[in-house]
């Protein structure tokens, strides 16, 4: 079992930048191929950016592609996801996950992923 909480999502003028992290706790979270997902009003849950367990590789939603940067510190059990050039359509509730048995193909689905945070809102005003 693993605990996610994420933290760092706000009120922000577009252009602007904002970090999302992700704490973990249970587990470690070297184990877990980490993804974050969003959700705005009346919309399905999407893909944003997700991370391989070691080698660092990183695959990103169309929609995100050069503005947002998935890390992690495996040694800080934290995850991160930075933000820039942030849009109006940015706005959402941000939650992070973790899949213990994902590949980089199957991590762009929620189904795959096993534990999910309590989101965190960021909102962007134009």
């Known amino acids: 079992q693993v605990q996610l909480v994420e933290s760092g999502g706000g009120l922000v003028q577009a252009g602007t930048s904002l970090r999302l992290s992700c704490a973990a706790s249970g587990r470690t979270l070297s184990r877990y191929f980490m993804g974050w997902f969003r959700q705005a009003p009346g919309k399905e849950r999407e893909f944003v950016a997700s991370?391989?367990?070691?080698?660092?590789?990183?695959y990103y939603g169309d929609s995100v592609k050069g503005r947002f940067t998935i890390s992690r510190d495996n040694a800080k059990n934290t995850v991160y996801l930075q933000m820039n050039s942030l849009k109006p359509e940015d706005t959402a509730v941000y939650y992070c996950?973790?899949?213990?048995?994902?590949?980089?193909?199957?991590?762009?689905?929620?189904?795959?992923?096993?534990?999910w945070g309590q989101g965190t809102q960021v909102t962007v005003s134009s």
């Open positions: 996950a973790a899949c213990l048995s994902c590949s980089s193909s199957s991590s762009y689905y929620k189904p795959s992923y096993d534990y």
């Open positions: 991370i391989t367990r070691y080698d660092g590789s990183t």
